[in-house]
């Protein structure tokens, strides 16, 4: 059972270039959501899914798209790479339900030159 | 506004001394909280979770916490801390119903002294 697989784990970036982080999870969870991590300040939320087909934003959505098309994966796309978006990508899945436990990838680090 | 916080970014102890990492939140309702834990170059694990009833749970690894909602704190101790327990700790926070966001801390990051 491979839970939420993240990839790639690491990425170096041009400015301007675009890229997808992966993120599949084989649990048959229907809540996925993308974090960022940087130092200081914490997993902020960046985009989340409640099912396939459904995307909300989260706290800092700008510069990041997302979409749903199966229960099992929930890409992050990256239009136009910035260096503000350096940092640690987490993916997590959980369960339908407000008290069920969330599942982390191993992360991704991205580093914007 | 809703919020987690963290007060401690680090904190050091003698391996084999007791541990408690504090919580404090700001939230509209008793929401749902946990602990996760990173260890370098990983991703969160869950280490406990309070949804209802007895205010101190268990988790694993040896790490117990406390609800207080008179404090709005849900602090989480060890009594006796492994070198292996070094790794950052997120205090967490869930909404009951409506919405799926969570809302974590900044972290404390914990350095055990051999």
């Known amino acids: 059972n491979a839970g939420v697989t993240q990839t790639p784990k690491f990425q170096v970036l041009k400015t301007g270039q675009s890229m997808t982080l992966q993120c599949a999870q084989d649990?048959?969870?229907?809540?996925m959501s993308w974090y960022r991590q940087d130092p200081g300040m914490g997993l902020r939320l960046i985009h989340y899914?409640?099912?396939?087909?459904?995307?909300d934003q989260g706290e800092v959505p700008n510069g990041y798209n997302v979409s749903r098309s199966t229960t099992e994966d929930f890409p992050l796309r990256l239009l136009s790479a910035a260096p503000s978006q350096t940092s640690v990508y987490f993916c997590?899945?959980?369960?339908?339900?407000?008290?069920?436990?969330?599942?982390f990838g191993q992360g991704t680090r991205l580093t914007v030159v | 506004a809703q919020s987690v916080t963290q007060p401690d970014i680090h904190i050091t102890v003698s391996e084999g001394a007791s541990l408690e990492l504090r919580c404090n939140y700001s939230?509209?309702?008793?929401?749902?909280l946990f602990w996760y834990v990173q260890s370098p170059g990983q991703g969160l694990q869950l280490l406990l979770k309070?949804?209802?009833?007895?205010?101190l749970v268990q988790g694993i690894k040896g790490f117990e916490a406390e609800f207080k909602r008179s404090q709005s704190s849900f602090n989480l101790r060890k009594p006796s801390v492994h070198w292996s327990d070094a790794a950052e700790y997120f205090c967490?926070?869930?909404?009951?119903?409506?919405?799926?966001?969570?809302?974590f801390g900044t972290g404390t990051r914990l350095k055990v002294l051999a």
């Open positions: 997590a899945s959980r369960a339908r339900g407000s008290n069920t436990e969330a599942f």
């Open positions: 309070y949804f209802s009833g007895d205010t």
């Open positions: 649990m048959n969870h229907e809540y």
């Open positions: 967490a926070v869930g909404p009951r119903s409506g919405t799926y966001k969570y809302i």
């Open positions: 939230y509209g309702a008793t929401p749902y």
């Open positions: 899914s409640v099912g396939a087909g459904i995307t």
